[in-house]
């Protein structure tokens, strides 16, 4: 039922190590998933037009009456000295929590134009936190020259953990925002498996940050959240490594991961979790067809990479060229990477036209990458998969195994549509 594991073949996979030119979106970009997810939080970026502007379009296909992410532009304007920056950025806030009571939670998210770097955001907030009582300011940072696409979460997230209570009791907390459905499918299938106090990171609402503490067990369900895990551990909690929770043998080690802490018997564990897995298994047979055999060549953007090509390669056939990530976790990695096909070329870091040229020697079936890259390829005669798509869709679990299939699938499809 569970995948064999050695996760200790993954100390030993030879990495390739790229330092070179990146093609990957800065942190801001997190805030589009993030202020669905935290109802009563706000994203106030403080950067350039540039940041607004890459706040705009990745937001640009949603339309809100009120969205709850804004930037404070700090430009030349306000060079005249850093007490005019600070004043400004004091206004901005005056404004916005004035016409938003609602709000309990506001991020200060720092960006990269200069002008914001000499900008101490840290004491920003806690100055800020003196003037509105009801409000929780915070501060991390969303910044192109620290943070790569997914790693805004991380950051988000780590800033929240010193805010978390002392917790005592027994629980395990789900780590990373996952779509509202999809938290709901596993909140359920916990209390089912046996697991009573089942609590997430974030929250649906600021008031309802959970607790952390020694009796703390907590499973990721994204894996770039490196620096979350730190912290969380810093404050007693353990980490249960697992499998990332995408397909049917990825959401099963998952499950069990926490099963097996939590004491609960095998057979009402396998009794319980059956169902689920079946119908996955199911989903994925249909898409099977289609993509076994298929080549899939994956450019480092979303971190998500390892434990996708895990899923490509182990429950769906495909052959995996390349799988390049912008980080490799090693220990958080360890189960996916020791059920990854054995040779396959791992790569940490870009070279961006090193990495091209690798794509276009191979011609993959599939590339999954940027934006940015994905209309050249396209050009050229190479199907893509935009990475983005995949952090932004509902993947995990086993109610949406077949969807996350499909994701692949249907560039290939159309691919085959267009040479008949
Ligand atoms: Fe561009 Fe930096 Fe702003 Fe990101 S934070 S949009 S990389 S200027």
């Excluded at 940041?51 to 009456?65: D, E, I, P, R, Y």
């Excluded at 200069?114 to 501060?139: C, F, H, M, T, W």
């Excluded at 089912?192 to 009796?215: C, F, H, Y």
């Excluded at 990695?333 to 940490?348: K, M, N, R």
Aim: hydrophobic share 45%.
């Amino acid at each position: 039922m569970t995948v064999a594991l050695a996760p200790e073949r993954s100390a030993e996979l030879p990495v390739l190590r790229e330092r070179g030119q990146r093609e990957v979106f800065c942190g801001l970009t997190g805030i589009i998933w993030l202020h669905r997810k935290v109802q009563d939080a706000f994203f106030l970026v403080v950067g350039s037009r540039t940041c607004a502007h890459l706040l705009q379009s990745a937001a640009g296909v949603m339309v809100f009456a009120e969205p709850r992410f804004g930037t404070a532009i700090i430009e030349e304007r306000d060079l005249a000295g850093l007490a005019d920056a600070n004043e400004e950025l004091d206004k901005v806030v005056r404004q916005l929590l004035a016409r938003r009571p609602e709000i309990k939670l506001l991020f200060l998210v720092g960006s990269c134009p200069s002008e914001v770097i000499k900008l101490d955001l840290g004491r920003a907030a806690q100055r800020l936190n003196g003037s509105y009582p009801g409000v929780k300011i915070l501060n991390y940072s969303g910044s192109g020259i620290e943070t790569t696409f997914t790693q805004g979460e991380d950051a988000c997230l780590a800033a929240l953990v010193p805010e978390m209570r002392e917790e005592v009791a027994d629980q395990l907390l789900i780590v990373g925002s996952l779509p509202d459905v999809v938290e709901d499918q596993f909140r359920r299938l916990f209390a089912d498996i046996g697991i009573r106090r089942v609590e997430t990171l974030p929250p649906r609402r600021a008031k309802d940050l959970p607790g952390v503490g020694p009796a703390t067990r907590f499973l990721l369900a994204q894996p770039f959240l490196g620096d979350t895990a730190r912290a969380l551990e810093a404050r007693g909690a353990r980490h249960l490594p697992a499998m990332f929770p995408f397909g049917a043998e990825g959401t099963t080690a998952w499950l069990h991961a926490a099963a097996r802490e939590f004491g609960i018997d095998e057979m009402h564990f396998r009794a319980t979790v059956a169902p689920g897995r079946e119908r996955a298994k199911r989903a994925l047979a249909h898409h099977a067809s289609r993509l076994a055999g298929k080549s899939i060549f994956f450019m480092p953007d979303s971190q998500l990479e390892v434990p996708l090509a895990r899923f490509l390669a182990a429950e769906l056939g495909m052959t995996i060229v390349e799988v390049g990530t912008p980080y490799l976790h090693r220990g958080h990695l360890a189960d996916d990477l020791a059920a990854l096909p054995d040779g396959v070329q791992i790569s940490e870091g870009q070279d961006v036209d090193r990495q091209l040229d690798r794509v276009r020697a191979a011609r993959p079936d599939l590339t999954v990458c940027g934006l940015g890259l994905a209309n050249p390829l396209e050009r050229e005669g190479l199907s893509t998969k935009w990475a983005i798509e995949l952090v932004f869709s509902p993947v995990h679990g086993f109610e949406q195994a077949g969807d996350l299939a499909e994701l692949f699938a249907r560039p290939l499809v159309r691919r085959d549509r267009l040479t008949v």
